[in-house]
Structures are given as C-alpha cells and as structure tokens.
C-alpha cells in the first residue's frame, strides 16, 4: 500500500493519557514551587512554545506537498506532543493539592516535604526529600510521597526505626534528622 494511503498519526500518539497512580482515595498533593514550575511550564506551552509550531506548521502547509514535507510532519507531530502536555498538565494542577512544608519548620517529625536522613541496618546514611508525584526528582534525591521509602518514614520521628519492606526482604531504617524548608517572609 502507498503512503498516501496510510494514517498520518501513529495510534500510539492518539492514546487517552495515562496518569501516574494515586493511592485510592489519595490526593496528589504537591510543593509550592512544584505547583508554581508546573503551572509557568503550562502557560510557557501555551502563550510562546505553541503559537510557534502553529505557525511553523502553516507556512510548512503553504509550501505544497505536504505528504513528503519534512518541515510539516515534524510540526504536526510536535503540535501533538505539546497538546498532549498541555492536557496532562492541566489535569495535573486541576487535582492538585498544595501543602506547604514550612508550615513543620522546628518539628522532628516526618511529613509531606521533609528532608530525612536516615540510616539503614548496613549503616549507610542516606537523605532524600519527600515531594509530590509530579515534582520529584531522583536525580536530586527527591522521592514521591506514594513511594515505599517515604510511606515507611512518614509520621516516624528523628530516632525512631521504621520498616521498609523491598524485594530483597524488610529493611529497618533509623530516622536521623528531619528538616523543612524556612516559611518565605512576604513582603505587605
């Protein structure tokens, strides 16, 4: 069969998006400022990285043939990248639920957004910060909420040990010291 007889987009570009799994029931609570980046990466896609491919798009159409043009598949393909994102992002912040950490500055108590060391029982001290699903960044030592690590240490206090259970069997991690993050002064 020829190409000009094939769908323009692939099936999988066409798949109803799939949201990382909230725990039944659960919010998808999320930081300040991961609401914040998460909100200036919608309006960037919207108000400049949008309008952009469109235009792209147009005057790749304008220049003919639009079965072999480069310039225009490309485009459309990343127009439907973006559209993607843009509804993903959307529905992301439409159920967020934000909750500021500071608000436990001076507590020894782990909570949503804490940063926690801990050592575990082979004496390797780790810290990780807990953040919400769509914010945290291993490469940055952050962990989601909803992950093993962090349900295990959520509302243990700095001495207390906690279990973890893995694949290789129960670990005990040893709760060193948690911190939050200084409430921002604002300026009235």
Do not use: C
Not at 56 to 67: E, K, L, M, Y
């Amino acid at each position: 069969m020829s190409k000009a007889f094939t769908k323009e987009t692939d099936a999988s570009d066409e798949d109803e998006l799939v949201l990382p799994a909230l725990p039944a029931g659960g919010k998808n609570y999320i930081t300040p400022a991961g609401y914040a980046r998460l909100r200036d990466e919608l309006l960037d896609l919207i108000d400049n990285e949008r309008p952009k491919v469109v235009e792209a798009v147009h005057w790749a159409a304008s220049n003919g043939d639009r079965s072999e043009n480069g310039d225009y598949l490309y485009g459309k393909k990343r127009l439907r990248e973006i559209d993607r994102r843009i509804r993903f992002l959307t529905k992301r912040l439409e159920i967020a639920e934000v909750v500021d950490p500071s608000l436990h500055a001076g507590s020894n108590q782990v909570f949503f957004g804490s940063t926690v060391t801990y050592i575990d029982d082979e004496g390797i001290g780790r810290t990780i910060t807990i953040m919400g699903i769509d914010e945290a960044d291993s490469r940055e030592s952050q962990v989601s909420w909803i992950s093993p690590v962090a349900r295990a240490l959520l509302k243990a206090h700095v001495g207390d040990e906690v279990l973890l259970p893995t694949p290789g069997g129960v670990r005990s991690l040893e709760v060193v010291a948690v911190q939050y993050p200084q409430r921002a002064a604002h300026a009235d």
